[in-house]
C-alpha cells in the first residue's frame, strides 16, 4: 500500500496533540535518517487540503524541548510531500502589549539554545543557507491575513521570538535582559525547527500562544506550568480554528510564491559534489538529489 501524502504539515507543540475536523484519517510512522520521529503522523483531509499532523513533544507530552527529534520530525515531513508548515508553540510575553491569550505570528528568532543538532548536514557534507527571514514571508503573511478574518481573535503581526534551551524557565535577571535585547516572546521549541525546515526547503510559519509574562513582570505571578496550560486549553482553540481557515487559503502551486523557501538549497551546498560519497546521497537524497544532477 502506497505511503499517503500530505501539503500542509501541522506541528502541535503543548497542549496540542491532535487534530480534530480531519476526515479520510490514517496514522503512519516515518523512519528517517535520523531516527523516528516524535510520535506517528496522523493525515487526513482538512477541506480540501491534505494535511500532516505530528504532536511536537510525543502524545502525552514525553519529550523536553532538547528531547525533541526535530531533525527526524522535519525530514518525515518532507518525505510525506509536505511543502507548507505550520508550528504552534507556547511562549511567554516579554512586553506588556502581547498580553496572555494574544496570539502572535512572528518575524524574527534569537537563539539561545545549546545542545541541539540544528541542521540536517554534517559527516562530509556542508551546506549554508540564508536566514535572515528565519520564518517565511509568505506563509506568515496568509497566517496572518486569516487570523485578522477570524475577527475575535486579539493576535500581533510581527516580534522577535527568544528560543532558550529549557526545560526550565528564565530567571528573572535573563528575562529582563532578553527585554533589554528587544525580545518580545520566549519559548523552547522554534530552534532548530525553523532551521531546519529551511534547509528541507519546507515555508515554515509559527502561532504562538503566549501563555504568560514570564517572570520580568513584577505586577504578574511568576510563570508556574498550572498558569500555561490552563491558557493553553483556550488558545489551543483558536490555534485549530485558524489552521482549518488557513487551509482553505493555500496556493495550490508553492512555485508562485516570492519567498525563495522552495529554492533554499541552489546555492547553499558549498560541498564539491564529486566529494559526496554514495552514503551521504543516500542520507540526503530527499534534501539534495535534485541538486546533485546539475
Known amino acids: 500500500m502506497a505511503t499517503p501524502t500530505a501539503r500542509l504539515g501541522v506541528i502541535g507543540g503543548s497542549g496540542l496533540y491532535a487534530m480534530e475536523g480531519l476526515s479520510n484519517v490514517e496514522e503512519v510512522r516515518v523512519p528517517t535518517p535520523f531516527g523516528s520521529p516524535s510520535d506517528t503522523i496522523t ?25 525533541v527529534p526535530s531533525r527526524a520530525n522535519l525530514y518525515a515531513l518532507k518525505s510525506l510531500g509536505v511543502e507548507w508548515v505550520l ?33 540536517f548536514f ?15 514571508p509568505h506563509l506568515s503573511g496568509l ?62 510559519a509559527t502561532i504562538a500562544c503566549v501563555t504568560d509574562y514570564d517572570v520580568w513582570h513584577e505586577s504578574a505571578e511568576s510563570v508556574t506550568v498550572e498558569m500555561v496550560v490552563a491558557n493553553l486549553t483556550r488558545n489551543v482553540a483558536n490555534a485549530k480554528r485558524i489552521i482549518r481557515a488557513l487551509a482553505d487559503r493555500l496556493p495550490a ?18 560541498t564539491d559534489r564529486s566529494l559526496i560519497s554514495m552514503p551521504l546521497r543516500e542520507k540526503y537524497g530527499l534534501l539534495i538529489n535534485k541538486y546533485l544532477e546539475v
Open 43 to 67: 493525515i487526513g483531509t482538512l477541506g480540501d487540503v491534505s494535511v500532516a499532523f505530528l504532536p511536537r513533544h510525543g502524545r502525552g507530552h514525553r519529550l523536553s524541548p532538547s528531547e
Open 253 to 270: 502551486d508553492r512555485t508562485a510564491s516570492t519567498c525563495g523557501c522552495a529554492g533554499a538549497l541552489v546555492n547553499a551546498i558549498m
Open 122 to 136: 554534517e559527516g562530509g557534507i556542508v551546506a549554508h543557507v540564508s536566514f535572515a527571514d528565519p520564518f517565511c
Open 143 to 204: 497566517l496572518w491575513e486569516t487570523m485578522s478574518g477570524l475577527g475575535d481573535i486579539h493576535g500581533h503581526h510581527g516580534g522577535t521570538y527568544m528560543c532558550i534551551e529549557g526545560p526550565q524557565f528564565s530567571t528573572k535577571a535573563e528575562s529582563r535582559i532578553y527585554r533589554q535585547l528587544g525580545c518580545d516572546i520566549i519559548g523552547m521549541t522554534a530552534i532548530p525547527e525553523a532551521k531546519l525546515a529551511r534547509e528541507a526547503e519546507l515555508c515554515y
Open 87 to 119: 508550528s504552534v508553540s507556547a511562549v511567554g510575553s516579554l512586553r506588556e502589549d502581547y498580553a496572555p491569550l494574544d496570539l502572535v505570528v512572528p518575524d524574527q528568532l534569537f537563539d539561545r539554545t545549546k545542545s541541539r543538532p540544528n541542521s
